[in-house]
């Protein structure tokens, strides 16, 4: 299979180029970040430096005519997101329009889009499942939620199948300190060199963690089949900052320094995600993990 991977330099995008890789496949990274950085785990990838908003962008997916668009490039940073609203959608919303038309320019081609807990903003209930309400308390809940509606009407115009996943709070092998899901990572390096670590309020908020392995394990279910459904990456789970200081404050075997800071904006207090419709109607197994 030819997947044309979009943001295939980022955290997610670089584990998922290692699976498509592993089991054979033919990988095509866009990601902006290449274009002045060679990314020597791309070695393999046919690579290109090129923005995912650029007419470039739509001919580069004609001449390489892939199976299926993966596309994880994306503005991630919610603060970033309240600061440059107009970046922020730029990327997020127009981007994935190109996306859209690149997509329906190849016959046949499909589509995985990743979407964040983000959109559902405060939970009415926990855990939150896929029918909860779409109310984003940032501008990124927003600019990740405009395109799956794109995504559906492409889909009923034009008959482009595709997969949307709505992520928890991702970790793992090669994530960024900075980001949306960071915080393990964070204070990961907060133990690692000692640094103190910041709290953002009073520590007790919860978030559902989930590992980058079930994030590839439900991106590759999707590569070969499109569901053209939504479904929640989740653990089912909420741990609170707290508890997950504790956590990593044991495997250093010392207590870490903390700063506490006012609570942020856009911040969600708690949330934690349902993940039944992925086990039950995608066959993602996550039993091993949690
Ligand atoms: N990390 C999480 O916890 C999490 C949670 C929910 C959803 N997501 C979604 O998963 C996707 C990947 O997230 P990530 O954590 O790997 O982010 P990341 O920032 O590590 O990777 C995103 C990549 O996209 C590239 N990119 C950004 N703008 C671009 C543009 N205009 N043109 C081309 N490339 C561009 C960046 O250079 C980067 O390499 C994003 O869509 C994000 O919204 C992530």
């Known amino acids: 299979m030819k997947v044309l991977l979009t943001g295939g330099a980022g955290f997610i995008g670089r584990n ?5 890789l592993n089991r054979g496949d033919e990988v095509v990274v866009v990601d902006i970040k290449a274009a002045h950085t060679e990314f020597e785990w791309l070695s393999d990838c046919i690579v290109y430096g090129v923005d995912i908003r650029d007419v470039a962008f739509i ?25 440059d609203p107009i970046k922020d959608a730029s990327i997020n919303i127009l981007g994935t329009i190109n996306v859209l038309e690149a997509c329906r320019a190849v016959p046949g081609c499909r589509l995985i889009y990743p979407s964040s807990a983000a959109i559902y ?9 896929e029918l ?6 940032s501008m990124y809940g927003i600019s990740k939620y405009n395109p799956e509606e794109y995504i559906r009407t492409y889909a009923n115009l034009y008959g482009i199948r595709y997969t949307i996943f709505r992520y928890a709070n991702v970790y793992g092998q090669y994530q960024d300190p900075k980001g949306e899901g960071g915080v393990i990572c964070v204070l990961m390096n907060s133990a690692l060199k000692k640094d103190s670590f910041t709290i953002f309020g009073d520590g007790e908020q919860t978030r559902d963690f989930v590992h980058v392995a079930d ?7 999707a590569s070969d089949e499109s569901f053209n459904d939504v479904f929640n990456i989740s653990t089912g789970k909420a741990t609170s900052l707290l508890e997950t200081i504790q956590l990593m404050e044991e495997v250093a075997g010392f207590e870490l320094e903390k700063q506490i800071k006012d609570e942020r904006k856009g911040d969600i207090k708690h949330s934690y995600l349902t993940n039944h419709k992925a086990l039950a109607q995608m066959g993602l197994d996550t039993t091993n993990r949690y």
């Open 16 to 20: 998922l180029v290692e699976a498509y």
């Open 121 to 129: 903003g405060t939970p009415e209930y926990l855990g939150v499942d």
């Open 59 to 83: 001919e580069i997916v004609k001449k390489e005519k892939p199976d299926l668009i993966n596309h994880h490039a994306a503005q991630i940073d919610v603060q970033s997101a309240i600061k």
């Open 132 to 137: 909860h309400p779409i109310r984003p308390l």
């Open 215 to 221: 994030i590839t394990a439900a991106n590759l279910l």
